[in-house]
């Protein structure tokens, strides 16, 4: 073949383009719903703000006594979990091609689903089909994560020769 060929260490996983779609899919995803829990926010804290102008008081100090409500710890939860998925589809983006961190992007993607079943923004009753859609980026991450793997332990088995 091609004399100038690259290492075998250094060729592109199988992995790496459902891992990308999955990572975009999932940015998108959580950002528009982290821009809808922003604008719910905004229209609960609007009260605050305005008492807190009007009392000259800080707007912080008046938002704790917001966040005693259930409701509002919930969806400050939710945003902050929101905040993690986005941060965590640009590490995928960014780690798509690498194989060595490809068990540490598995479990915080198993962690992640976890997490977000748990806080109830992932669904798998079969009625609520729509919220268990939202798993379908973290399935692609975690299939993509698993594709790396069993990639790089094949080019390493081909390498020395047991294949």
Same mark, same amino acid.
């Given at each position: 073949?091609d004399?100038k060929?690259r290492?075998?260490h250094?060729?592109p996983l199988c992995?790496?383009h459902?891992?990308? $779609?999955g990572?975009l899919?999932?940015?998108?995803?959580s950002?528009y719903?982290?821009? $809808?829990?922003?604008?719910?926010?905004w229209?609960?804290?609007?009260?605050i703000?305005?008492? !807190?102008? $009007?009392?000259?008081t800080? *707007?912080?100090?008046d938002l $704790?006594? /917001? *966040?005693?409500a259930?409701?509002m710890r919930?969806?400050g939860?939710?945003?902050l979990f929101?905040?993690?998925?986005?941060?965590?589809?640009i590490v995928c983006l960014v780690r798509? !091609?690498?194989?060595?961190?490809?068990? /540490?992007?598995?479990g915080?993607?198993v962690?992640?689903a976890?997490?977000?079943? *748990?806080?109830?923004?992932?669904?798998?009753h079969?009625s609520?089909?729509?919220?268990?859609?939202k798993?379908a980026?973290?399935?692609?991450i975690?299939a993509?994560?698993v594709?790396?793997? /069993?990639?790089?332990? !094949?080019?390493?088995r081909? !390498?020395?020769?047991?294949a």
């Open positions: 073949m004399e060929r290492p075998r250094l060729r992995g790496r459902p891992l990308t $779609v990572a899919a999932l940015l998108a995803m950002g719903e982290l821009w $809808v829990r922003l604008e719910d926010f229209a609960w804290t609007s009260g703000r305005h008492l !807190s102008k $009007v009392r000259g800080p *707007f912080l100090q $704790v006594i /917001v *966040f005693e259930p409701e919930s969806l939860f939710k945003m929101l905040l993690a998925a986005i941060i965590f589809a798509r !091609s690498r194989g060595p961190g490809a068990w /540490v992007l598995l915080l993607d962690a992640l976890g997490a977000g079943a *748990f806080m109830g923004l992932y669904s798998l079969p609520d089909w729509l919220q268990g859609l798993l980026p973290l399935a692609l975690a993509g994560c594709m790396n793997i /069993v990639h790089r332990a !094949s080019l390493r081909r !390498s020395r020769g047991d």
